[in-house]
């Protein structure tokens, strides 16, 4: 998911700022930027822990459970945290005067091209000989996560359901945006709050009036419509993106935030351990969606004030530039250097861990590529903002 926030101005920027890098300068975010490659690692070990398809490395029984447990809700604790991430920086970075269709344009730009390029990868390495046109079709437009359909809204390249929700938050930002800077803000909080209870009570609903059949591959806890409009319905995670956005008023507004960055990281911890003993579809999202909504302006306001943050290092924030093509090549990755090592060859636990370590190395290479060749030259070519005046 592509979440860089875009210039703005930034309450409180000191005079000469901007001569240094990386700094919280004209909107930027590099500690964010940085958290965004520890999200899409942890997708990247939800999917490598995976027995069905057999993409778990490790012969133990012992180790590939206790693998298979430790990541299994870390790809869902990935995804809330890059929808309320969104939220946040668009709404951070935007300008007045901007018009709608240079926003659809700039953000269309910066995600479709590596879709196009993923999709044709995954159709041919991946999914291609089982895929029909009427999964392939609706994944290629980003209408998919509208079709409670499973081998349609996780067909082609899974991980593309996401782009699907993005795409509709985009198209509604601005309206959104007219919205929530309508808010007083002194309401800001509350408005947060009742949105927050809102992510939390869909599962709930879900339950209570959804049918519990027919039920998900692989034996999970629920069925396909209660998974789907808990977790992949657009209308239902644009209340993560709105979340996002109303946490970025309540910064930008001067809103009393008085958070700190370790205790929100705490939370996030406790919250995926709690989501392990919790009735699953509460473990898709409504379990992290506060400790996240915290987190994500606490290490905005570190950038801001200029605070020590290892995640604005270089590397890290290197890493949090590919961290969308890594996000959208891992699985097709994880596949097929599983496919070269043999499908149903299993390992040691440290030739496991060298194997996944090889996994990550592979994918990450793939997505600076992609990174390089396609995302950068579309967003710089077709995406570029043009000259707005306040």
């Known amino acids: 998911m592509s979440t860089t926030a875009e210039p703005a101005a930034i309450p409180g920027e000191r005079a000469g700022q901007a001569s240094r890098t990386p700094r919280a300068v004209h909107g930027r975010l590099p500690s964010l930027t940085g958290l965004r490659f520890i999200a899409a690692l942890l997708v990247f070990g939800y999917h490598s822990s995976l027995a069905l398809p057999a993409l778990n490395p490790f012969a133990s029984h012992h180790v590939a459970d ?6 299994s809700n870390a790809g869902w604790a990935g995804v809330s945290f890059f929808f309320i991430l969104s939220g946040f920086v668009l709404t951070w970075s935007a ?47 980003l209408v998919h996560a509208w079709v409670p359909v499973f081998s349609v809204f996780l067909g082609v390249n899974p991980p593309s359901w996401s782009l699907a929700c993005e795409l509709f938050f985009y198209l509604c930002f601005p309206l959104f945006l007219h919205w929530i800077k309508r808010i007083p803000r002194e309401n800001l909080w509350r408005w947060a709050i009742g949105t927050a209870a809102a992510v939390i009570a869909v599962p709930t609903l879900a339950y ?67 989501s392990l003993y919790i009735p699953w579809l509460y473990a898709l999202d ?16 570190t950038d801001v004030s200029d605070r020590p943050s290892p995640l604005r290092s270089r590397p890290m924030v290197w890493l949090g530039e590919v961290s969308f093509a890594f996000y959208m090549v891992h699985l097709i990755l ?27 190395l592979a994918t990450l290479g793939v997505a600076w590529l992609i990174y390089v060749a396609v995302e950068r030259p579309a967003t710089k070519r077709w995406g570029r903002s043009r000259k707005v005046t306040a």
């Open 66 to 71: 206790g693998y298979r447990r430790l990541f």
């Open 95 to 141: 300008r007045p005067g901007d018009r709608p269709r240079h926003f659809w344009r700039r953000r269309f730009f910066k995600i479709y091209p590596n879709h196009l390029v993923t999709w044709a990868l995954a159709l041919v390495l991946l999914t291609g000989a089982a895929t029909q046109w009427w999964q392939a079709v609706p994944n290629l437009l």
């Open 208 to 274: 209570l009036l959804l049918p519990g059949n027919p039920p998900m591959p692989e034996g999970s806890p629920a069925s396909v419509w209660q998974y789907w409009s808990v977790y992949m319905l657009p209308p239902v995670r644009a209340l993560d993106f709105v979340l996002g956005m109303l946490m970025a008023r309540i910064v930008l507004t001067g809103v009393r935030f008085g958070v700190k960055p370790l205790p929100a990281a705490v939370a996030c911890v406790a919250a995926y351990a709690l």
């Open 286 to 301: 409504a379990v992290f969606v506060i400790p996240m909504a915290l987190l994500i302006p606490a290490i905005a306001i």
């Open 334 to 360: 994880l596949n097929v250097v599983r496919k070269l090592l043999g499908p149903h060859r299993y390992f040691s636990t440290a030739t496991g861990i060298g194997v996944l370590l090889l996994e990550a």
